[in-house]
């Protein structure tokens, strides 16, 4: 197996050579690892003629198998970041390449080991900094910022649905992008009307036609390599799914109810700490240098008016609002709003469930605050469906899709886990296995049983 500084010293070749090749106007000498997992990021630099040099991000996918499947992959989440940011959403918007494609595959020369190549693209920098557990996890402000993003995506993709005047040519179905589109706005306030509308008839953009649903997700295919034998919670995640949680979403998606242009639509399905950039809008200035954020006995909230002393001995401001950029697009799909909102709870609670959290947050206040800064931003005729949906219902399906995630990431030969995030792993999925099978979560799934016995579950995730 190759070294690690092997492996990266071939991804280095692949981003420069695809730099070189589909975006020259990017500094080839610039580019800067930033970090490797899955996605090799770097940050480069943008040159124009008749504009400053701009910071920009490269990504690249390393793929061992098939490089189309990994390029729709990344095309679907560029795309997805595209529109929405078109609708309003604040997020990075993507650079195309000089072919106009927001996505570009380069493959290997000659023998990298087991990588054939990769899918790279450029979007902006980001606006910000990002997360920092010590000044943001416990500031109120941070709350009432995510859900007024949130509430931006959901308005962006209600809009989406039910847009007729989207340009064909905007993002073609190829991933070509066409010059002559709107730029998106910082934020999107406001609320649809006709709640009548089938999710189902909306009009869908061209480049999001072949529409990745919560019912053609690849991961929920993974389902099919739990073995109970092997592992009592592998059973209760495989049960849960194919008894129940997929023919109650099944019976879902059918009814014209529940699933309407302001209920269902493309959603990011995966906006954690992780995947936002901060730029605090106001930095509080009555605290002097030095001094430490108090903390609100009932609710745990830092007070917004100090500053936090950081681990070099200096301070960061404790903002008392913020503007949040939205970054990572790559698990989106189209599923209902409620979906998000579950996903934000339910990560909240088990952030603070994990062995020594940096940080713990008070659910119930987090809850309040995080929701009616949503349903305010997102408008009634959103708000209502979200109001009503079975949030313990939609976490438990959150919880069966995190641990498929998991179960794959531990069982990949391909791409090894280091040692020390292999037990923080098996522990997050206990945690998922126990909101399963508690008394609540057998009292929800055997309510959701009763509503279904007449619809299967789809037969596979592909």
Known sequence: MASESTRQAVFDQLAAAGVREYWPRVAVDS?????????????????????????????????????????????????????????????????????????ESVACAGDSGTCRGGVLSVTHRALGRGFHPAVDALNPALWVAWGRALASMHVAAARLNKSSSVKEAD??????????????????????????????????????????????????????????????GQGIVARALQDVLLPWLTRRQRDTTVTTCESYGLIHSDFHFGNMFLAPAAPATSAGAGAVAGEDEQTGALDVDARKTDAAGGTTPVPV?????????????YSWFAFDIAFVLSSVDLNNRTPSPKFRINTDAFASTFLGAYREAVGPSIARFVD??????????????????????LTDPSHPLPDVIRPRMLAYQALLVEDLSCAAGRATLAALAKMHTDVPAPSDGT
Request: glycine share 6%; hydrophobic share 40%.
């Open 31 to 103: 580019l800067s690892l930033v970090r490797a997992g899955q996605a090799v990021v770097y940050s480069a630099v943008l040159t124009h003629d008749a504009c400053p040099p701009a910071e920009v991000v490269v990504r690249l996918t390393p793929v061992a198998g098939g490089l189309d499947d990994a390029k729709r992959n990344e095309q679907w989440a560029c795309s997805a970041a595209f529109q929405l940011g078109k609708h309003g959403v604040s997020t990075p918007r993507p650079i195309p390449s000089q072919n106009g494609r927001l996505v």
């Open 171 to 232: 993002v073609s179905a190829d991933g070509k992008h066409e010059e002559g589109t709107s730029t998106p706005q910082h934020a999107a306030r406001g609320n649809s009307n006709n709640s009548n509308n089938s999710a189902a008839a909306a009009p869908q953009h061209p480049a999001l036609s072949t529409r990745r649903s919560w019912s053609t997700l690849p991961i929920l295919a993974v389902r099919h390599e739990l073995d109970a034998s092997r592992d009592a």
């Open 321 to 333: 609002s913020y503007d949040i950029q939205v970054l990572d697009f790559g698990e989106a799909h």
């Open 388 to 409: 009503t949906a079975p949030l313990d219902a939609f976490k438990l399906f959150r919880a069966c899709v995190e641990y498929l995630h998991m179960h794959k990431a």
